[in-house]
């Protein structure tokens, strides 16, 4: 039996609106009518189970049956720090990779070698692809992708993480242990350009530890996608 589709919704109290993209989403693209079941989404970890009540020209109002606790949310706080990347479809890529390995936090930021600029417009089209992975993959969260405008910042977003790995592509060998890890984890990877000494330093001032990918020199994306990959592993959230 196919899994009944996912959408996000601001709140969920009484009669639930759905509207915007969402609603043309159901309407046009899906076909959804009156009587059809659906689960709601609100980022709260729970699932709502709903039938679809009325559908109009630019709204649908659903009544919820059930409400549920989503059991594929990760139990380990992980979060993607990455340096923006000058390919759109590249920035796209690990965001909904991450979302997909079950990282719960996603950061985007710009450090000495970045040549790529963030705005309003990319950074709502980096959540909506959070979004659009979340409901792939069947989790209940979709996590928030925030810009952060330094490597100061992006130093910042990792504080109270009880592991900080950084990824480096000039490191000869890993200063940690990562298939051993335990508890939550910030990941760093850099842009295209990669990182500079300087940043290694203000990292390992701020707590990160210095991890190698091996001996192969990586594209930031497959950086990403791999290090999260087997910090997920270790923490036993791909068993």
Known sequence: MAALKRFFV??????????????EHAKNVLRLGVGDEVVLLDNSGKEFTAVIAQAEKKRMLLNVVREE???REPKTDVALLFGYLKNADKNEFIVQKAVELGVTKIGVFSSAFSSAYMNANKLERLNKVSKEAAKQCLRSVAPTVVYLDSFDKALE???????????????????????????????????????????????????????????????????????????????????
Do not use: H, P, Q
């Open 10 to 23: 601001e709140k969920i109290e009484g009669t639930v609106e759905l509207c915007g993209e969402e609603f």
């Open 69 to 71: 606790l989503g059991i």
């Open 157 to 239: 977003e990792a504080n109270g993480y009880e592991n900080k790995l950084f990824a480096c592509e000039f490191a000869t060998e890993s200063k940690c242990d990562v298939g051993a890890l335990c508890g939550s984890t910030a990941v760093m990877i850099g842009s295209e350009g990669g990182f500079s000494r300087e940043e290694e330093t203000r990292a390992a001032e701020s707590g990160f530890c210095s991890v190698t990918l091996g001996k192969r020199i990586l594209r930031a994306e497959t950086a990403a996608v791999a290090l999260t990959s087997v910090v997920m592993f270790a923490l036993g959230e791909l068993r």
